[in-house]
């Protein structure tokens, strides 16, 4: 009696095993992405004077993010439900136009000046603002922000051809790879829009990229090139996470390996969910740092949340659905008649703009109309 039951109960945990890991993510119903994104509309639209969520924020990069992210996943809507097009158009604008002139603005430029790319140090702010005149553009072809866009484009292209490492600095002394991921990702889309030459010119980078901006031993894109104000950083979960987002923009093909490689190095497969690590082999516990977040036993939050991400872009339904209950199981809905956001699951705590944009950007990955698609993207593996 007691074998039977043993192998009665073993077999009923053995199918729950295959159940759980089964690939049955699907992107959400259009109706509560739509609240989602109310949600972020209302958060974009409020004044930074009466002491908006993004304000509270206290950080320009993370009211830039809110803004940036929010932009990509009403494009990404719009893809994929074609009746969301205006109101994402509208919403689109609206962000713009407080990257133009909000607090974000006035941390990384004179808001009160005209734009002028070559007075603007930071790539963080430029290729973000860019990817977002662009993402209009996509959504309206009679945008009102097309010369800017070509304007910005060129002066990007023009200053990644000429920069040691085709890479420029968000901050003076400071160059991250994945803010450049950014800006090449707002050179591509503004080739698919307007024929301009600049795709070729991010064919050509992912070519040096393979040469001089890889980790030899992991294959893996560095966080930081070597420069002579800074040494060059190892691949990091969120660093990773983050360029491949960008780089199945520009290089699909490009960002399936890394994607894959990533999984392969930096991942741990229970079965019913997938964890992610901050760094290669790392199993450290700590507060972390800014880009990582808390670190337990080496697993960031960011490395977790970019990766769901990233395997729904690339149709890793699998993994995205183990990603996917990691991230519900540390979160609970707020719903409203024309509003859903999050709060923490366990504690009472709210879940910041910029999460909210994130997630729903990851949660709703496509290829934008035009752009390209990878020939072979990975399919869902053990």
């Known amino acids: 009696m007691k074998r039977t039951f043993f192998l009665v109960f073993s077999g009923l945990l053995l199918g729950l095993w295959v159940a759980l890991s089964w690939p049955t993510y699907h992107y959400p119903n259009p109706a509560a992405l739509r609240r989602k994104a109310h949600y972020l509309e209302r958060i974009i639209r409020t004044p930074e004077a009466e002491a908006s969520e993004l304000t509270a924020l206290g950080n320009a990069e993370w009211s830039l993010f809110s803004l940036s992210y929010a932009v990509y996943a009403f494009t990404n809507m719009a893809q994929l439900d074609s009746t969301f097009r205006p109101e994402a158009a509208h919403y689109t604008q609206l962000a713009i136009g407080k990257m133009l002139a909000g607090s974000g603005a006035r941390a990384f430029r004179n808001p009160n000046a005209a734009i002028e790319a070559d007075s603007i140090t930071s790539v963080l702010y430029l290729g973000h603002l860019n990817l977002m005149l662009g993402c209009h553009r996509l959504l309206d072809s009679a945008s009102p922000y097309r010369a800017l866009h070509d304007s910005l484009s060129a002066t990007l292209h023009r200053q990644l051809a000429?920069?040691?490492?085709?890479?420029l600095a968000s901050y003076?002394?400071?160059?991250?790879?994945?803010?450049?991921?950014?800006?090449?990702a707002s050179l591509q889309l503004h080739s698919e829009l307007t024929g301009s030459p600049y795709r070729a010119f991010c064919q050509q980078w992912v070519a040096y990229a393979r040469q001089h901006l890889t980790d030899p031993k992991t294959g893996l894109l560095l966080s930081k090139p070597a420069t002579r104000h800074q040494e060059a950083e190892e691949p990091r979960g969120s660093h990773l996470g983050w360029s491949i987002f960008f780089l199945c923009r520009f290089a699909p093909a490009y960002a399936a390996e890394q994607y894959q490689r990533y999984q392969e190095q930096f991942s741990t497969n229970f079965g019913a969910i997938r964890l992610y690590h901050e760094r290669a082999g790392s199993y450290e516990?700590?507060?972390?740092?800014v880009d990582s977040g808390p670190l337990i036993l080496g697993y960031s939050i960011p490395a977790n949340a970019f990766a769901f991400g990233n395997a729904v872009a690339l149709g890793d339904w699998r993994n995205a659905q183990r990603l996917r209950r990691v991230i519900r199981f540390g979160s609970r809905e707020v719903e409203t008649p024309e509003e859903l956001h999050y709060r923490v699951r366990?504690?009472?705590?709210?879940?910041?703009?910029?999460?909210?944009?994130?997630?729903?950007?990851?949660?709703?990955?496509?290829?934008?109309?035009?752009?390209?698609?990878a020939a072979a993207a990975p399919t869902a593996r053990q």
Do not use: R
């Open 172 to 184: 003076p002394g400071g160059v991250w790879i994945p803010d450049n991921t950014v800006a090449l």
């Open 346 to 373: 366990f504690v009472d705590l709210s879940v910041s703009p910029l999460a909210e944009a994130l997630l729903l950007h990851a949660e709703t990955m496509t290829p934008w109309h035009g752009a390209p698609t």
């Open 162 to 167: 000429t920069a040691p490492n085709h890479c």
């Open 285 to 289: 516990t700590s507060a972390g740092d």
